[in-house]
């Protein structure tokens, strides 16, 4: 519309070369108008049109020679390419799992981390062992989660821990190791540089060499009339007790101060055990593998026992009587760390080739230290062999929350009356001790009789009488 006019009045003005020139100056004019107009009408974003994904070069609408369309056009290219080479950025230090500490039973809720097996810097394997807790009952092995790298470890030896805790960090990348080996370089450097401070303490050396000298020689002379003489104190050492061995003390005095312990004797002669383990030693052990021993002699003659007399096989539980109907005999195990007491289950359908390997395997778990807490829980009565150790006599202590436990000890050679006459017999000393508030004298006695009979004639067994 604007030209349309420009051109009517050109017209009706008349002029040749003046009014063509007229009007190119007015339709220049007009086209700037019209162009910064429609410029300054539209957005930065729409004034630039790239012409591909990264081009520089951008078609624009604007008047030639504005600064402000130079510039606006300069920083709009700049965030069109800072936007569109933006990425999300990966670490590259690799994958991290942490070891923690494993379920380690019911009545287990923490333990004291005993020893690392790995250090910092180790590659392990998943499932391999790298540190060991000591519980009250076991000792329960960390595994790590995945194979890798320990890069370092969130506790130390002796914490004590629960499960869940996070022990260690393992990084499971393969350039864990130039991660973990340098920064321990590193560290060790500048704490070996600050050595010119080491000229100060050199005169506080001397003021302290000083003054000890007038109060060292008046003391000892007083106190060595009045003070009795102690063995020194470099001559004792102080080691912290094992959570084995703390709970271990605790059942033994919660058992003397629950139950009305009373320990009752008897002994057997060893003869016809030792002479029937003797004669079929050989034949046993080719057919079922394992020796013939004395124990399973005594675990056979406790099921026996305790069939005859349920009452020790009983516990008390607050104002009622528990009666078992089943026969899991426990056996104490002296271990390098504490004693441990695992399991027979099921030993009244044992035979004695059963009870011989489930003892060996029970012992030489217990011994090694790889012995399971179910291994070791229940149990309704109790067989404790110290003749192992020489043991003659002794009283053995009830084992939570059972009600008796029976004791074994060395054989030895005493002079007998047989028939009339003085001969020399394998005797053992076999002691109970039992719970008096649930079982009586009487069938304390007769439980112990019920031994004594099964083991001096072990043919009872077979007619069961």
């Excluded at 057997?268 to 003797?278: A, F, G």
């Excluded at 030993?347 to 778990?365: G, P, R, V, W």
């Excluded at 047989?418 to 076999?430: A, D, L």
Aim: aromatic letters at 4%; glycine letters at 6%.
């Amino acid at each position: 519309m604007m030209l349309r006019a420009v051109i009517r009045r050109a017209s009706t003005r008349g002029g040749g070369s003046s009014a063509s020139s007229g009007l190119g100056k007015s339709l220049q004019s007009s086209r700037v108008a019209a162009s910064t107009q429609r410029f300054h009408s539209l957005s930065p974003t729409q004034t630039l049109v790239p012409r591909g994904n990264h081009a520089p070069s951008f078609h624009h609408r604007s008047c030639p020679g504005c600064s402000e369309c130079s510039r606006t056009v300069f920083s709009s290219f700049q965030s069109t390419t800072l936007q569109k080479w933006v990425r999300p950025y990966s670490s590259d230090s690799g994958d991290v799992v942490e070891a923690v500490v494993p379920h380690m039973g019911e009545s287990i809720t923490d333990g004291t981390l005993a020893t690392f097996l790995k250090k910092p810097g180790d590659r392990v394997e998943a499932d391999e062992a790298i540190a060991q807790i000591e519980t009250d009952k076991v000792t329960i092995d960390i595994a790590s989660p995945a194979s890798g790298v320990i890069q370092e470890f969130l506790v130390k030896e002796g914490d004590t821990v629960e499960p869940g805790n996070k022990v260690a960090i393992i990084s499971t990348s393969a350039d864990a190791v130039s991660h973990v080996a340098p920064s321990e370089k590193v560290a060790e450097k500048p704490a070996a540089k600050p050595s010119p401070p080491a000229e100060t303490p050199k005169v506080e050396s001397s003021k302290v060499a000083e003054k000890p000298k007038a109060p060292s020689t008046p003391p000892p002379t007083k106190q060595s009339a009045k003070e009795p003489q102690l063995p020194p104190k470099d001559r004792e050492r102080r080691v912290p007790m094992t959570r084995l061995r703390k709970r271990v003390a605790t059942r033994l005095k919660d058992s003397q101060n629950t139950f009305a312990l009373l320990t009752t004797f008897n002994e057997v002669d060893m003869t016809n055990l030792m002479k029937l383990r003797s004669q079929y030693k050989d034949a046993f052990f080719e057919k079922h593998g394992v020796k013939l021993g004395l124990m399973s002699g005594f675990i056979k003659a406790a099921v026996s026992a305790l069939q005859h007399q349920p009452v020790v096989n009983a516990v008390i539980d607050g104002d009622d009587i528990i009666y078992r109907d089943y026969v899991d005999i426990s056996i104490a195990v002296g271990t390098s760390k504490g004693l441990v007491v695992p399991v027979i289950r099921g030993a009244d359908q044992m035979n004695f080739a059963d009870i011989e390997k489930t003892i060996n395997s029970l012992a030489k778990k217990a011994n090694e230290g790889t012995i399971s807490i179910d291994e070791m829980a229940g149990g309704s009565f109790t067989v404790s062999n110290g003749g192992v150790y020489g043991s003659l006599i002794s009283t053995p202590i009830i084992n939570p929350p059972q009600s008796a436990i029976l004791g074994m000890h060395s054989i030895v050679q005493r002079p007998m009356v047989v028939g009339g006459s003085v001969v020399p017999r394998p005797m053992m000393y076999v002691a109970l001790t039992y719970d008096h508030r649930l079982i009586d004298g009487r069938e304390a006695v007769y439980f112990l009789r019920r031994i004594k009979d099964v083991v001096e004639d072990p043919q009872r067994l077979l007619l069961d009488i």
